[in-house]
């Protein structure tokens, strides 16, 4: 079993900052890549950041410049920085991670139960 738990949203003023972690845990042999996806009110959920074990990362374009992913393998934890933010950013955000389990022959995606931003004066 891999559960993986988001932390850190909530309400943000417009220019603000978070950090959203997400902690997986359970009977990991291995987690490969790791990212943040959300999903606004209304809108299909979209990629925000993917990072590899490797720390090899990548961005969504309206992502890139504002948000930072990164993570410690050591705690199998992926975090999301997100500065200056806007009313637009307002969605739930969810952790994925491509994850093989102990005893199993390949890896499985489980995703986080999400964490609402909201951005809003």
């Known amino acids: 079993q891999v559960q993986l738990v988001e932390s850190g949203g909530g309400l943000v003023q417009p220019g603000g900052s978070r950090r959203l972690s997400c902690a997986a845990s359970g009977s990991i042999f291995r987690i490969n890549d790791m990212g943040w996806y959300r999903q606004p009110p209304g809108k299909q959920r979209e990629l925000v950041a993917t990072i590899a074990s490797g720390g090899y990362t990548n961005y969504a374009d309206s992502m890139e410049g504002r948000f930072t992913i990164s993570r410690d393998n050591a705690k199998n934890t992926v975090y999301l920085q997100m500065n200056s933010l806007k009313p637009e950013d307002t969605a739930v955000y969810y952790c994925?991670?491509?994850?093989?389990?102990?005893?199993?022959?390949?890896?499985?995606?489980?995703w986080g139960q999400g964490t609402q931003v909201t951005v809003s004066s």
């Open positions: 994925n991670a491509e994850v093989r389990r102990r005893w199993s022959t390949s890896p499985s995606n489980y």
